[in-house]
Each structure stands twice: as structure tokens, then as C-alpha cells.
């Protein structure tokens, strides 16, 4: 069956760096786009950045996260990442890897409504 299983979370503190991983399986994963979004408390779930099924990123990612965050994956292994420097407080969320199956090779989506399959998270604290 599908599964995307994120990895990496945990408390970090402000200046901090985090890297998530997230392992797909059971689908064809280079026809996908895959993309991260967050959701921290009592907040909607919102964008991070998404990755083509190339592996191009989408623009730089949402704007709370530019030039801090980065998206990569690796096709040879099923794998999405999301590396994380710089960390804030505001970071603190879960973080879902998503699937978005797509004919696109280089197009990504960030909205969620065009993802089909998602992770079930892993939780980021951020300490001050």
C-alpha cells in the first residue's frame, strides 16, 4: 500500500538546524511531484515547498521560510528532504511530505487540494 513516512523531527532550539527525511513506497514515485507543508497549533496546514518529479523546487519555497529552508529529493531512493537552518519558534509545527501525481516533469503545486497521498507527520519544536 501507499505509505510516505517522514522522519528527522524533534525539539531544536532558535538558530537550530533540522533535516527531515520522508520515505515513499508503494507507488511509481518519479511520477510524482512531492512537496512539504506544515501545521502548527490552532493554525491551518500551510506550504512549504514542493519539488518536481525533476527535481526542481518550487520558486524558493512560501515566503516564511525563503533562504532558510531547502527541498530535495533523491529518485534513486524514494526519498524527499527538507533541510532546515536558521529555525525559529514560528517553525514550531508538523511537518507533512506530500504526493502529487502529475504528468509535469518539472511542474509542482502549492496547493493541497492537488496532492494525492500524505505522510502522517513529525513534530518540529522550536525552543527560544
Known amino acids: 500500500q501507499v505509505q510516505l513516512v517522514e522522519s528527522g523531527g524533534g525539539l531544536v532550539q532558535a538558530g537550530g538546524s533540522l533535516r527531515l527525511s520522508c520515505a515513499a513506497s508503494?507507488?511509481?514515485?518519479?511520477?510524482?511531484?512531492m512537496g512539504w507543508f506544515r501545521q502548527a497549533p490552532g493554525k491551518e496546514r500551510e506550504f512549504v515547498v514542493a519539488?518536481?518529479?525533476?527535481?526542481?523546487?518550487?520558486?524558493a519555497g512560501a515566503d516564511s521560510v525563503k533562504g532558510r529552508f531547502t527541498g530535495s529529493r533523491d529518485n534513486a531512493k524514494n526519498t524527499v528532504y527538507l533541510q532546515m537552518n536558521s529555525l525559529k519558534p514560528e517553525d514550531t509545527a508538523v511537518y507533512y511530505c506530500?504526493?502529487?501525481?502529475?504528468?509535469?516533469?518539472?511542474?509542482?503545486?502549492?496547493?493541497?487540494?492537488?496532492?494525492?497521498?500524505w505522510g502522517q507527520g513529525t513534530q518540529v519544536t522550536v525552543s527560544s
Open positions: 506530500a504526493a502529487d501525481r502529475t504528468t509535469s516533469l518539472y511542474g509542482t503545486s502549492s496547493m493541497e487540494s492537488e496532492y494525492d497521498y
Open positions: 519539488m518536481s518529479r525533476r527535481g526542481t523546487t518550487y520558486g
Open positions: 508503494g507507488f511509481t514515485f518519479g511520477n510524482y511531484a
